[in-house]
């Protein structure tokens, strides 16, 4: 494979900024099962409402996410993963692993900076 080109034009870009912020990479994370907004926001704890929606629109509008009105009163929205969007959940529980794993480490070099810095 050759070496990635990062021009400015490159269609990866949009994708990835779309795809990689820690709320779309949290959502699709909690969506193992369809669920319905109340209950995703739930499980995110810090998220507004309004950047949950926002992040469910571009998630569906990237193909990651599927939104179903249910015929409940009052009118209900679940939200699954799509076949697209399931195929992130293993290298994005990589990337969770990674990050638990080497959280310690991280915070005490980013003291060890501050320290540094001040």
């Known amino acids: 494979m050759d070496a990635p080109v990062f021009r400015s034009d ?3 870009r ?3 900024d779309q795809i990689a912020d ?3 990479m949290m959502a699709l994370s909690v969506l193992d099962e369809p669920r319905r907004f109340n209950d995703i926001r ?3 704890e810090g998220v507004t409402q309004r950047v949950l929606t926002q992040t469910l629109r571009r998630l569906e509008r990237n193909g990651m996410v599927e939104r179903r009105v249910l015929p409940t009163s009052p009118v209900g929205v679940e939200y699954s993963l799509t076949a697209l969007g399931e195929s992130l959940r293993e ?3 990589h ?3 990674w990050t638990v794993d080497h959280a310690d480490e991280i915070q005490a070099r980013q003291n060890d900076y501050d ?3 001040e």
């Open 22 to 24: 820690k709320w779309s």
């Open 14 to 16: 949009p994708i990835l």
């Open 115 to 117: 320290a540094r810095t």
């Open 42 to 44: 739930r499980e995110l």
């Open 95 to 97: 990337l969770y692993a």
């Open 91 to 93: 290298p994005f529980g």
């Open 10 to 12: 490159c269609p990866s």
